[in-house]
C-alpha cells in the first residue's frame, strides 16, 4: 500500500533536492543543495540514512560511477527518483495543499 | 592524492551503514579534497552516528517530536538527571563510591601496564619508531645472546642499508654489565648502540658529540663512551668538563665524548648508564666475539619510518629484505614482527607480560563488574520507587526511547561522576602500587624506568571504561523501568514479591556474588601458597650462609689467573673469624639463574633435559646436604675437574630404577662422558617446593673457575662477616666490585613476586567482597521494605517472628548461594594459572575452597540478617498501616 506511506517532511526535502540536480544528484551536490535552501545544516550520516530508507520504499533507485580519485578511489553513487516516489511526492503537495487552503495565518504568529 | 580517514571514523560509518558506507564516505573526502572540511567537521559527521537524530532533520519516526531539538533535549535530560541526583544524595552517593573504586582500580592497574608496554617511547616523534624483530624457522640451530628474535650483525647491516622505508635504521644490545673503575669500583647496565643510535632517536647528547662513523670503526684504540645523564650526575658530579675525560670500563680505559640528554635512559625497562659503540662488543665482554657471526642474535633494531610511510609499507619492504637473507640458508623462513616501539618491545618478554597484563586486568574488571550489578541494583530499586513518576511521564506521551534516554543519562552522570573520582584514586593508587611493586622486588633486581604517570591514553582507557560502564549498569535498570506495563506489572504483584525485577535483582546479587568469590579463592590460594614459600623446608642450610659473586671474565681474568684468584679467595675467607667452611658453586641454591644441558645415556636412545651446578667438595657439607650413596667429590677431582657426577636420589631413581647408580656413565652434549661416583639426598636447591628434578653436579674444574661464586657459612653475624668478606676479597683485587648476600635472601626470589600477587589478590578479594555484601545488604532490606504489609498480615494472622525471619534469609540468601556454587565451580576451572605461586599446593587446595567460601557466607548472612531483623520488628498495626 504505498500510496498510504507517508512521507516526512525531510523525505519531501530529500526527492525534491534529487529531483531538482536531475543528472548530477549524487550525495555531495544533494547535501549542498539543501543546505543552501533550507539554511539547514546537514550532516551526511542524516542525508544517507534518509536515502537508504527512501530507496527501500522504492522511491529512488541507486547506481555506482566509476572509483573518483578525489573521492579516495570510491565511486559516486547517483540517485533519481523513481515512479512511485514522483506519485508520494505529488500526493503529499496534494495534503498539503488542501490543508493550506483557505487558511490565512495571523500576522503575530507569522514567522516568530 | 586524498589522505586516510582516521580508522575510528571508517568503523562508526561501516558500523552504521551496510549499503551506503562507502558512499558515504567518499563524500566527506570530496568533500575534504575540495577544502570544505576541518577535523572538526569531520568528527561531527562522524560522531553523529552514535546518537541519532543529530547533525540534521530527520524523520524515522513522524509521530515523534522534532528531532532538530535533541541536543536540547539532551541538556534538559542532563538537568533532569542532576536535579535527581541531587535530592538523593545517599543514593548518588553509594552508587558514585562503588563506580569510582571500580574505574579506580582498573584504570590504576591500566596505567601501569601503559607504563610498562603501552605508552611510546619518550623520544621526539615516537610514532615514527618502529621496534623490529624476527622469528627464525627452519634454522637448525642459532646463537642467543638475549633473545632469539634478536638479529645478528651482517642481518642488521641489510636491513639498514637495503630498506627504502626509513630514514635511518639502528641497533643496540641491551644487556651490557660492566665494572666501572675508580675508587669505588660499581656495577653498570650499559648499551652497545649502532652509531646512528642517538641520530635515529633524534636525542643527540646535550653535552659532547654522539658516536661519528670514525668511533664505530675504531677497535680497541679509540674506545669512547656516551654517559647518561643520570650517571654524569650521580657519579661524577655533573663535571662540565667531562667531555675528553677518560674513564675506565672493564678495566679498559674508554674516553667520555658525550653526556645524554636529561631524562634519556635508552628505550629498554632497564635504564641504561652509558653506551658505547656496538664495535666495542669483544672488548667489553671479553672471551666472546659475536661481530660477524652470521647466526647470533645479540642486536634489537629500532627504526624511524620516513615521513608519510605506513607500517604496512614499512613491513613489505622489509619482508623483501628478510626473503633476501632466507636465500642465503636453505630451508630458512624468517618472520619479522614491526610495531610502533615500546619499553617492552620484546616479543618473549611482551608475552610474558601480556598474560600477567590479562590476568590482572580480568581481576580488577571482575570488581568493576561488582560494583557495576551494585548500582544496577539500586537504580531497579529505585525505579521500582520511581514507577509513579514514569507512569505519568509515559501516559503524557514519552515515548519509550525517549525514557530510556533520560533514565540513561542519568546513570552515565552517576559513571562520569565515579569516572572522575575514579581517576583521582587511579592516580593515587597507580603511585602506591608501584611503590608497593618496586618495594617488593628481590635483591638484585635493577632498577626499573618505569615510574611514568597517567597520559592521554590512560584518559582514553578512563574514559571509555566510564562510558561503557555508565551504559552496563544503566541499560538494564532503564528498559526494566520504562517498560509500557510497568505500571499495571507492579499493581498485580506488589505483595509476592516475584515481580520481573526481583528476579533480576536476584541475578545481579548471584552475580555479584559469585565474582567475588572467585576474587576471594584466588586470595585464599595465593596467600596459602604465600604461607607454604614463608614456611617451606628447602632440605637444606640457608642460614648463616653468605653468597659471594664477582665478575671474574669481564674483569680480564683468564681461566689460570681465575683459579689462582678462586684459591687465595678461599683461603682468606676461610681464615676470616667466625668462618667455618667455604665452597664454590657456579649457581647459587635458589638463585633465579640456572644452568642445563642435555645428556643420554650410553646405549640408550633418546636425550634428557638436566640442570647442573658445579661446584667444589665442601659444598655439601656447608649446606648439609647428605651423599647417601658411594662418595664425595675428592680435591683432585675438582682441582682437574674429572669426568665424574654426583648426582641426586630423583635422578638415580629415574634412570637406574633397582640398579646402583653407582659407576653408571651419563653422556653430556653428545660427547662428554661422566662417571657417576655418588647419590646426594634430594633438595630444593633449584626451585623451591621442586625438589623431584634431574639434577647433577659437577666438579668445579679449572675452566669454570671464571665463573664461579662463592659461599660462606660463618657462626658470626651477618653485617660483620660481609664486611670481613668485602676486605678479604679487595685484599686480593681492589678493582672488583663484590656482592655479598644473604643466600636467605635468594628465598625472596620466590616469595616476592608471591607476596605481591597475594597482597594484590587480598586487596581486591576484600574490595569485592565488601562490595558484594553492600550490594545483598540493599537487596535484603529493599525486598524486606516492600514487603513490611505481607509481613505485618502474617505476624497477625499468628505466624512466628523466628519463622518469618528464616523465610526471608531463606529467600534472601537463595541468590546468594547459587551465586557461591557457580563462583567455586568457576574458580576451581581457573586457578590452575596460580599453580607457579602456590609452592607444590594444589590449584584445589580444599582449605582454601571451603574456607573462603564459609567467610564469604557467613559475611553475606550478615548482611542480610540485618534487614531481616529489622522486619520482624515492626509493630504488625503499623506495618498494616503502611503505604
Redesign the interface.
Known sequence: MPSRE?L????Q?VLLAVLRLGENA???PV?REIEKRTQ??????????????LEDKGYVASWFSEP?????G????YFRVEPLGVRALRQSRQELAAMWEGVDLPKAMHGS | ??P??PWPIVLL?RL??R??A??????????W??GNGSPHWLW???L??LWPG???????Y?HKRNNMHTLSAFWSDLRYAARTLRKNPGFTAVAVLAISLGIGVNTGIFTVLNGVALRPLPVPGATDIVSVYQSIHGVKSRNVHGAPSFFSWPEYKSYRDDNHVLSGLAAYSPFLDVTLGGQQPQQLFGQLASCNYFDVLKEPPALGRAFSASDCAAAREGAVVVLSDNLWRTTFAADPGMVGRSIVLNRQPFTVIGVAPVGFQGTEPIPAAFWAPVTMQAMLERGTDWFDKPDMSWLVLLGRAKPGVSRSQVRADMAVIAGRIDQLTPGRKTALQIETGTFLSIPEARKYVTIVGVVLLAAVGMVLLIACANVANLLLARAAGRQKEIAIRLSVGASRGRLIRQLLTESMLIALLGGVLGSLIAVWSFEAIMDFILSHLPHGTPPLAVGVGPDIRVLGYALLLTLGTGIVFGLVPALQASRPDVNTALKQSGIGGKTADGFLRHVLVGTQVAVSMVLLIAAGLLLRGLYQAQTIDPGFEMKNVATVSFDLRGQGYDDTRAGLFQRQAMDRLAALPGVDTVAEAANAPLSDSHRGTVFSLPGQPGTYQVELNEVSPEFFALLGIPIVRGRILTATEARTGAPVTIVTESTARQFWPNQDPIGKIVRMDDKNDMQVIGVAKDAQVSHLARSNETYLYLPAGPKQQVRMQLLVHGVDGFASTATGIRAAIHSIDPGLVVDVARLEDNLEVWRGPSRIAAILAGALGALGMLLACVGVYGVVSYAVSRRVREIGIRLTLGADAREVKSLILRQAMRPVAIGALIGIAGCAAVSQILSGMLFGLSSHDPLAFVAVPLVLLSVALVASYIPARRATQVDPMVALRYE
Open positions: 507517508h516526512g517532511e525531510f523525505e526535502i549524487y550525495g555531495v547535501r539547514r545544516s546537514l550532516t551526511v550520516g542524516a542525508l544517507y540514512r534518509t536515502l537508504d530508507r573518483v580519485p578525489e573521492r579516495g570510491r565511486s559516486k553513487r | 592524492m586524498a586516510k580517514f560509518f552504521r551503514f549499503r551506503s562507502e558512499s558515504a564516505l567518499g563524500d566527506l573526502m570530496e568533500e579534497s575540495a561531527r559527521q562522524a553523529s552516528m543529530t547533525g540534521g532533520p530527520h524523520t524515522t513522524p
